[in-house]
């Protein structure tokens, strides 16, 4: 199974580059899971509480879900609860057996427990109830030996884990289950399952357990639901201590006296846990999460995170001063490992880990008495079915240069800076020809300054052993007896395909009107010293003359006849095709020695440059190795093809697709070396915006993206001029089918998706807040068609009173004034409105903009007094200071902030008016990205536009920032900090002042904010 096909059904691996290693906390989400959810919002109704169509159908979509979640598990569907999560799950266990436990009673737990499965049982210690806590024997399970000896006639509960949160150890929960119930049959045995549901087959009959508790977000599913399995012979002895809706036949009043009793007649079995309009959407999205990881299966899974484990346990033990708690084996462990430093605290290493985006968790893990027990906190990586062998490799290779700087090792000045030079990167998903195209017109943001190169058609050279000759990989250019290399090497159908393609998509672009050329790539290394040094070589030929043979076979007279046709085909001809060489016409490809030979050469004649960034080291047996050190991962697997005993690919592959790229594209002005061959400083392509796409072998498809990245921060160094927009489309062995089923692409470009650009002068900050707002953020019109069509289903007309408390620079409020529009705005910054101010004067409109802050709104205007009021653009987090200021967050003081400014606005509103209000995600992942470049003509200076942001939730910090940077690497922009508000948070704000109906609204363009509704 494909890692990277994987990783591709997730939303947070396509659009960002993160290593994620924090599934023991939560995982992401697949996309079947969010559409899944989505679809239940879009049409919502209360299930089992309405007769029409709505309520029915989520109703038994509800049931559908229940029965698919239970039968995950082996339980019956009348044996699940839905609740919260997985310490909302115990909770509520514990509540419903409350009345069975008493003075002295006795409940077991372990040493190696979440906080979740011991602090409920407090309840029941405030009862008289006793805790008994066992050891770990020396795999560092629960010791079963000690568990017997501690039961006693006292004994009520035995409570433990499946799988430890902090060392991943499986007890061996069956063999206590069985146990317990031909012993001890009346003992509830209660489980912690929220480790072990997405890592090994749970089944609850099996294991003997009463009670099974887990949750829904670390399983792939969404936040907000848990799942608590009772076996439903426990049902007669609980109480129905979450009762409410949906939880009765009949309630009535019985008259007696002064006083009324309550009759209750509860329905049967657990439901009457369940009070309440459920979580449906996030229900249905847990089911769909079920049948993801069913999709997998637990067989591939439990292997692959025993083989990720095992690297990771082995790179570790290879580090200084690094110490593994718990077991090195990865038998019974799954998903994780626990480490720490011995002399660096675990958070120094977290959060640098952090900076490099890694996710790793760090500290308590929620288990303090194991924590106490083992001595040290930790660091704790967790594995998720996404992670692959790169994921662990860019951690250790992290952590090893971690260990290095700290030691003072790090002696060549170059190498941190070219490690840290930004790049991007993407997962894009496509099953055909079409959507392939419609990636790369994506790419292309200014048509007459860009060039688009397209590699197609690479073919290997293929040794024969019986003639002395080196082939091209091309089926209808070798004799029919080698064949069967070509299928060896994944390689039959690859070459004709992949130039067919090619010359489709670069014929259908060049219709459009694009700059696009072929280039193509010969491997003419794979195989070659194995011929040269067999028993064939009769005539002692070189590694040249194969070289030689192989090109003089390829051109005839310049490429092969079929591939001619194929040009014809398309309406294309052989200066559609770039020459790789700088004086021989006659060479219309690239070969993989040349590039390489070339690198290697560049490399050498800039020795004290790169010495300890990047190494030729010779090895005993005549060959080279090759350390890339300023790579997120260099561990490339090297190709290995048996039938010649060969080798090919891996980090000589990364640097031949670099020198490739360098050799199309160049090098930016800023870069410089010492020596540059006459190929980079003289490219093929002299385009300002460059896009390389490589229809590559999927065999090859870490190494060629790895090789961008290389050139990227080798070559461009975030100084490149234009942009630089990589894709590599990689094909498996049967192209057309590979093709068909889906292949995942990787797209990796110096400046993300952005653009240049151009302006007369360096923008102020009002000025560069509207440049954004209106060129790189949002489509003007169509954001404003969306909002009138909005107002349109509340209501709202243009006689209708709309004030815009934060108008800014005008996005917006500009186009609903142009569209006559009865609005007022408002701000609290005169310097902000400018641009705005100047709009206004150039059309002519007359709006008088208040310039006030929101406490002070009600001198400006009567309450209820409008129909909507905006509060958009993430402002509203500055309600209690931060804005263009540095200020020391308070909690108490900025949540009173808030929700004074929330009473004005209510106030403000007329009845049955809404709120709009907005602000960032929760979800809102940190980042520091380069958007776009300014192109400044007053100076002939170029700045980039770098959007900040970063959520510290230890510390209640929310930054927001918009940064201009210098070619130089200075920084400047405004300090914006704000109390961390959280989206639970802001909708309790919203009820305590009095909104009644709050929603959170899903706009097509609004992708940066979380958008609320709020009717007064």
Same mark, same amino acid.
């Given at each position: 199974?494909?890692?990277?096909?994987?990783?591709?059904?997730?939303e947070?691996?396509?659009?960002?580059?993160?290593?994620?290693?924090?599934?023991?906390?939560?995982?992401?989400?697949?996309? &079947?899971?969010?559409?899944?959810?989505?679809?239940i919002?879009?049409?919502?109704?209360?299930p089992?509480?309405g007769?029409?169509?709505?309520? %029915?159908?989520n109703?038994?979509a509800?049931?559908?879900?229940?029965e698919?979640? @239970?039968?995950?598990?082996?339980?019956?569907?009348?044996?699940?609860?839905?609740?919260?999560?997985?310490?909302?799950?115990?909770?509520?266990?514990?509540?419903?057996?409350n009345?069975?436990?008493?003075?002295?009673d006795?409940?077991?737990l372990?040493?190696s427990?979440?906080?979740?499965?011991?602090?409920p049982f407090?309840k029941?210690?405030?009862?008289?109830?006793?805790?008994?806590?066992?050891?770990?024997?020396?795999e560092?399970?629960?010791?079963?030996?000690?568990l017997?000896?501690?039961?006693?006639k006292? &004994?009520?509960?035995?409570?433990l884990?499946h799988?430890?949160?902090?060392?991943?150890?499986?007890?061996?929960?069956?063999e206590?289950?069985?146990?317990?119930?031909?012993?001890?049959p009346?003992?509830? *045995?209660l489980?912690d399952g929220?480790?072990?549901?997405?890592?090994?087959?749970?089944?609850?009959?099996k294991?003997?357990?009463?009670?099974? @508790?887990?949750s829904s977000?670390k399983?792939?599913?969404p936040?907000?639901?848990?799942?608590?399995?009772?076996n439903?012979?426990?049902?007669?002895?609980?109480k129905?201590?979450?009762a409410?809706?949906?939880?009765?036949?009949?309630? /009535?009043?019985?008259?007696?006296?002064?006083?009324?009793?309550?009759v209750?007649?509860f329905?049967?079995?657990?439901?009457?846990?369940?009070g309440g309009?459920?979580?449906?959407?996030?229900?249905v999205?847990?089911?769909?999460?079920?049948?993801?990881?069913?999709?997998?299966? +637990?067989?591939?899974?439990?292997?692959?995170?025993?083989?990720?484990?095992?690297?990771?346990i082995n790179?570790?033990?290879?580090l %200084?001063?690094?110490?593994?708690?718990?077991?090195?084996?990865?038998?019974?462990?799954?998903g994780?490992?626990?480490?720490?430093?011995?002399d660096?605290?675990?958070?120094?290493?977290?959060?640098?880990?952090?900076?490099?985006?890694?996710?790793?968790?760090?500290?308590?893990?929620?288990?303090?008495?194991?924590?106490?027990?083992?001595g040290s906190?930790?660091?704790r990586?967790?594995?998720?079915?996404y992670?692959?062998?790169?994921?662990?490799?860019t951690l250790?290779?992290e952590l090893?240069? *971690?260990?290095d700087?700290k030691?003072?090792r790090i002696?060549?000045?170059?190498?941190?800076?070219?490690r840290?030079n930004?790049?991007?990167?993407?997962l894009?998903?496509?099953?055909?020809?079409?959507?392939?195209?419609?990636?790369?017109?994506?790419?292309i943001?200014?048509?007459p300054?860009?060039?688009?190169v397209l590699?197609?058609?690479?073919?290997?050279?293929?040794p024969?052993?019986?003639?002395?000759?080196?082939?091209?990989?091309i089926?209808?250019?070798?004799?029919?007896?080698?064949h069967p290399?070509?299928?060896? +090497?994944?390689?039959?159908?690859?070459?004709?395909?992949t130039?067919?393609?090619?010359c489709?998509?670069?014929?259908?672009?060049?219709?459009?009107g694009?700059?696009?050329?072929?280039?193509? =790539?010969?491997?003419?290394?794979?195989?070659?010293n194995?011929i040269?040094l /067999?028993?064939?070589?009769?005539k002692n030929?070189?590694?040249?003359?194969y070289?030689?043979?192989?090109?003089?076979e390829? #051109?005839?007279?310049?490429?092969?006849?079929?591939?001619?046709?194929?040009l014809?085909?398309?309406?294309?001809?052989?200066?559609?095709?770039?020459?790789?060489?700088?004086?021989?016409?006659?060479? #219309?490809?690239?070969?993989?020695?040349?590039?390489?030979?070339?690198?290697?050469?560049?490399i050498s004649?800039?020795?004290?440059?790169?010495?300890?960034?990047?190494?030729?080291?010779?090895?005993?047996?005549?060959?080279?190795?090759?350390?890339?050190n300023i790579?997120?991962n260099?561990?490339?697997?090297?190709?290995?093809?048996?039938?010649?005993?060969?080798?090919?690919g891996?980090k +000589?592959?990364?640097?031949?697709v670099?020198?490739?790229?360098?050799?199309?594209f160049?090098?930016?002005?800023e870069?410089?070396?010492?020596?540059?061959?006459?190929?980079?400083?003289?490219?093929?392509?002299?385009?300002?915006n460059?896009?390389?796409?490589?229809?590559?072998?999927?065999?090859?498809?870490d190494?060629?993206?790895?090789?961008?990245?290389?050139?990227?921060k080798?070559?461009?160094?975030?100084?490149g001029?234009?942009?630089?927009?990589?894709?590599?489309?990689?094909?498996g062995?049967?192209?057309?089918?590979?093709? @068909? &089923?889906?292949?995942?692409?990787?797209?990796?470009?110096?400046k993300?998706?952005?653009e240049?650009?151009?302006?007369?002068k360096?923008?102020?900050?009002?000025?560069?807040?509207?440049?954004?707002?209106?060129?790189?953020?949002y489509? @003007?019109?169509?954001?404003?068609?969306?909002?009138?069509?909005?107002?349109k289903?509340?209501?709202?007309? #243009?006689?209708?009173?709309?004030?815009?408390?934060?108008?800014?620079?005008?996005f917006f409020?500009?186009?609903?004034?142009?569209?006559?529009?009865n609005?007022?705005?408002a701000?609290k910054?005169?310097?902000?409105?400018?641009?705005?101010?100047?709009?206004?004067k150039?059309?002519?409109?007359?709006?008088?903009?208040?310039?006030?802050?929101?406490?002070?709104?009600?001198?400006?205007?009567?309450k209820? /007094?409008?129909?909507?009021?905006?509060?958009?653009g993430?402002?509203?987090?500055?309600?209690?200071?931060?804005?263009?200021?540095?200020?020391k =967050?308070?909690e108490?003081?900025?949540?009173?902030?808030f929700?004074k400014?929330?009473?004005?606005?209510y106030?403000?509103? #007329?009845?049955?008016?809404?709120?709009?209000i907005?602000?960032?995600?929760?979800?809102?992942?940190?980042?520091?990205?380069?958007?776009?470049?300014l192109?400044?003509?007053?100076?002939?200076?170029?700045?980039?536009?770098?959007?900040?942001?970063?959520?510290?939730? %230890?510390e209640?910090?929310?930054?927001?920032?918009m940064?201009?940077?210098?070619m130089?690497?200075?920084?400047?922009?405004?300090?914006n900090?704000?109390?961390?508000?959280?989206?639970?948070?802001?909708?309790d704000?919203l009820?305590q002042?009095?909104?009644k %109906?709050?929603?959170k609204?899903?706009?097509?363009n609004?992708?940066?904010f979380?958008?609320?509704?709020?009717k007064k």
């Amino acid at each position: 199974m494909n890692q990277v096909d994987i990783k591709s059904k997730f939303e947070f691996f396509r659009k960002n580059n993160f290593v994620y290693l924090d599934n023991a906390a939560t995982t992401q989400v697949p996309d &079947t899971v969010i559409n899944a959810v989505d679809q239940i919002l879009e049409y919502r109704g209360n299930p089992h509480r309405g007769a029409h169509v709505v309520a %029915e159908k989520n109703g038994k979509a509800l049931g559908e879900a229940r029965e698919n979640i @239970a039968r995950f598990v082996n339980a019956t569907s009348e044996e699940i609860v839905f609740t919260g999560n997985t310490t909302d799950s115990i909770n509520l266990a514990v509540d419903s057996i409350n009345h069975l436990i008493e003075k002295g009673d006795e409940i077991i737990l372990s040493y190696s427990e979440h906080h979740s499965n011991i602090l409920p049982f407090e309840k029941l210690v405030r009862k008289g109830a006793k805790i008994k806590a066992i050891n770990l024997n020396k795999e560092f399970k629960v010791d079963l030996k000690e568990l017997k000896e501690a039961i006693t006639k006292k &004994t009520k509960i035995v409570a433990l884990n499946h799988i430890s949160n902090v060392l991943g150890v499986i007890n061996n929960i069956e063999e206590i289950g069985v146990y317990l119930k031909k012993n001890y049959p009346k003992i509830l *045995f209660l489980i912690d399952g929220a480790q072990a549901i997405a890592h090994i087959p749970v089944d609850v009959k099996k294991i003997n357990c009463d009670i099974y @508790a887990f949750s829904s977000h670390k399983m792939y599913g969404p936040c907000g639901v848990g799942v608590l399995y009772i076996n439903k012979k426990l049902f007669p002895s609980l109480k129905p201590v979450r009762a409410g809706g949906g939880t009765v036949k009949h309630v /009535s009043f019985v008259k007696g006296g002064n006083f009324t009793e309550v009759v209750i007649d509860f329905k049967q079995g657990l439901i009457f846990l369940e009070g309440g309009t459920p979580n449906t959407s996030n229900i249905v999205g847990l089911s769909k999460a079920v049948g993801f990881i069913r999709s997998i299966g +637990f067989d591939y899974i439990v292997q692959h995170e025993k083989e990720l484990i095992g690297k990771l346990i082995n790179g570790l033990g290879k580090l %200084e001063g690094i110490k593994i708690f718990g077991p090195t084996s990865v038998e019974n462990k799954s998903g994780l490992v626990s480490f720490s430093f011995k002399d660096i605290p675990t958070k120094e290493v977290g959060e640098y880990l952090d900076k490099k985006n890694i996710c790793i968790r760090h500290g308590s893990h929620c288990a303090f008495p194991l924590i106490d027990y083992l001595g040290s906190e930790t660091l704790r990586a967790s594995i998720g079915v996404y992670n692959d062998e790169s994921d662990v490799d860019t951690l250790l290779q992290e952590l090893k240069f *971690f260990i290095d700087k700290k030691k003072g090792r790090i002696v060549n000045k170059n190498l941190e800076p070219l490690r840290e030079n930004i790049y991007y990167r993407q997962l894009m998903a496509v099953n055909s020809r079409e959507q392939i195209l419609e990636k790369i017109r994506g790419m292309i943001s200014n048509s007459p300054d860009t060039e688009i190169v397209l590699m197609a058609g690479h073919f290997l050279g293929i040794p024969d052993m019986q003639e002395d000759k080196f082939w091209p990989g091309i089926k209808q250019m070798m004799p029919e007896r080698l064949h069967p290399l070509l299928d060896e +090497f994944g390689m039959t159908s690859f070459p004709l395909f992949t130039w067919e393609l090619g010359c489709e998509i670069t014929s259908t672009l060049k219709k459009e009107g694009f700059n696009v050329r072929l280039s193509t =790539i010969a491997n003419d290394t794979t195989g070659i010293n194995e011929i040269r040094l /067999s028993p064939t070589n009769t005539k002692n030929r070189k590694a040249e003359d194969y070289e030689k043979q192989l090109i003089n076979e390829f #051109k005839q007279p310049k490429i092969p006849k079929i591939y001619s046709e194929t040009l014809k085909k398309y309406l294309l001809n052989e200066e559609d095709i770039i020459e790789s060489s700088i004086d021989n016409k006659n060479e #219309k490809f690239f070969n993989e020695k040349g590039l390489r030979g070339r690198f290697k050469e560049f490399i050498s004649k800039n020795k004290e440059y790169f010495d300890g960034v990047i190494n030729y080291v010779p090895l005993k047996d005549g060959s080279w190795d090759l350390s890339i050190n300023i790579l997120d991962n260099q561990e490339i697997k090297t190709c290995r093809f048996d039938t010649f005993g060969s080798k090919t690919g891996g980090k +000589f592959c990364i640097v031949e697709v670099c020198e490739f790229i360098a050799e199309l594209f160049g090098k930016s002005k800023e870069v410089k070396f010492n020596y540059l061959s006459e190929r980079v400083l003289n490219p093929k392509s002299p385009a300002k915006n460059k896009v390389l796409v490589m229809l590559t072998p999927a065999m090859c498809d870490d190494a060629v993206s790895r090789g961008a990245e290389l050139y990227i921060k080798l070559m461009l160094q975030e100084k490149g001029e234009g942009s630089f927009k990589f894709l590599n489309v990689p094909l498996g062995p049967n192209s057309s089918k590979y093709l @068909a &089923t889906g292949a995942t692409l990787k797209y990796l470009s110096d400046k993300g998706l952005s653009e240049e650009i151009s302006v007369e002068k360096e923008p102020d900050f009002p000025e560069l807040w509207k440049l954004c707002e209106y060129k790189l953020l949002y489509n @003007a019109e169509e954001y404003t068609d969306e909002i009138t069509e909005l107002f349109k289903n509340l209501g709202i007309n #243009k006689k209708s009173k709309i004030l815009d408390t934060c108008v800014g620079p005008g996005f917006f409020s500009s186009e609903l004034l142009e569209r006559g529009y009865n609005l007022n705005t408002a701000d609290k910054s005169s310097i902000m409105v400018k641009p705005f101010i100047n709009f206004l004067k150039e059309k002519g409109i007359k709006n008088d903009v208040k310039i006030v802050d929101w406490l002070n709104l009600p001198k400006h205007f009567k309450k209820e /007094s409008f129909d909507v009021l905006f509060n958009r653009g993430n402002t509203f987090i500055y309600a209690g200071g931060g804005w263009n200021e540095k200020i020391k =967050i308070n909690e108490k003081t900025s949540i009173e902030s808030f929700k004074k400014t929330l009473q004005i606005y209510y106030n403000l509103l #007329k009845k049955n008016g809404y709120l709009y209000i907005d602000k960032f995600k929760d979800s809102e992942v940190p980042s520091k990205k380069i958007v776009a470049r300014l192109n400044i003509k007053s100076n002939n200076t170029k700045k980039d536009i770098v959007f900040y942001v970063e959520r510290k939730q %230890e510390e209640g910090i929310r930054y927001a920032q918009m940064l201009l940077r210098d070619m130089n690497g200075k920084e400047e922009g405004l300090p914006n900090m704000a109390y961390d508000l959280t989206e639970d948070k802001m909708e309790d704000l919203l009820k305590q002042v009095g909104f009644k %109906e709050i929603k959170k609204i899903k706009l097509r363009n609004e992708k940066h904010f979380v958008v609320w509704l709020a009717k007064k």
